[in-house]
């Protein structure tokens, strides 16, 4: 049962990174299987540098990974690891202040800080050992995932 969580987790998070919300549920503009060139993304825009890009599209996909191998830990009852996973790869951590600090968009910036705090939040929480709690921190933890990449675009 948790690997069929594990798996539609990464193709739902894989999915929010690559493809735009979808913008008009009428006519499908923006949908994946009916994108043309003529389709608008309607999220904001970060103005990232072609450098700045990169490196930003590397970390949300290191995210991705830490929250598979969260997952899986879990399911393997690994609790302790999945913890410390959380809190170095996702958490508040100085690095992460300091880069999160860097954007200019302020509601960028206070979803990045919301994320990474809900980070170390799922981390205290995976110390309880409790599959469903732990479940629900990383529903909260994900749902900042979904808030930022429907709201901004690279």
Request: with cysteine.
């Amino acid at each position: 049962m948790y690997k069929k969580i594990s798996l539609m987790v990464l193709v739902f998070l894989v999915y929010s990174v690559s493809v735009p919300a979808q913008t008009d549920k009428a006519s499908g503009a923006n949908h994946p299987m009916m994108m043309n060139h003529k389709a608008i993304d309607k999220r904001i825009s970060l103005n990232l540098s072609p450098n700045m890009k990169v490196h930003q599209l590397e970390n949300m996909r290191s995210h991705v990974e830490a929250i598979q191998a969260i997952i899986g830990l879990i399911a393997e009852k690994k609790f302790t690891k999945a913890a410390e996973l959380s809190h170095v790869k996702l958490g508040l951590t100085e690095e992460m202040k300091k880069m999160c600090s860097m954007f200019q968009n302020e509601k960028f910036r206070t979803l990045g800080f919301q994320f990474h705090k809900s980070a170390d939040k799922l981390a205290e929480v995976l110390t309880s050992k409790d599959t469903e709690k732990s479940l629900h921190a990383l529903h909260n933890t994900m749902g900042y995932c979904v808030q930022c990449h429907a709201t901004f675009r690279q």
